[in-house]
């Protein structure tokens, strides 16, 4: 765990990645997966960019 609240920065990122969307305070369920944008704001994120969630975190 890491910093004072005890949670820890959830990121994941690709050399080849032709855009890096960072985002703060990831929700409860993001945090506990571990896993990036995996909550409501990774639903409207997904909605917003108008790709599929699996499109977000893979290279193409």
């Known amino acids: 765990m890491g910093g004072?609240?005890?949670?820890?920065?959830?990121?994941a990122a690709d050399a080849s990645a032709r855009i890096l969307v960072v985002g703060q305070a990831p929700g409860r369920k993001a945090q506990e997966s571990g896993v990036?944008?995996?909550?409501?704001?990774?639903?409207r994120l997904v909605a917003w960019l108008g790709v599929c969630r699996r499109?977000?975190?893979t290279r193409p």
């Open 55 to 57: 499109r977000l975190k």
């Open 36 to 43: 990036p944008w995996n909550d409501a704001s990774g639903t």
């Open 4 to 11: 004072r609240s005890g949670l820890s920065p959830i990121y």
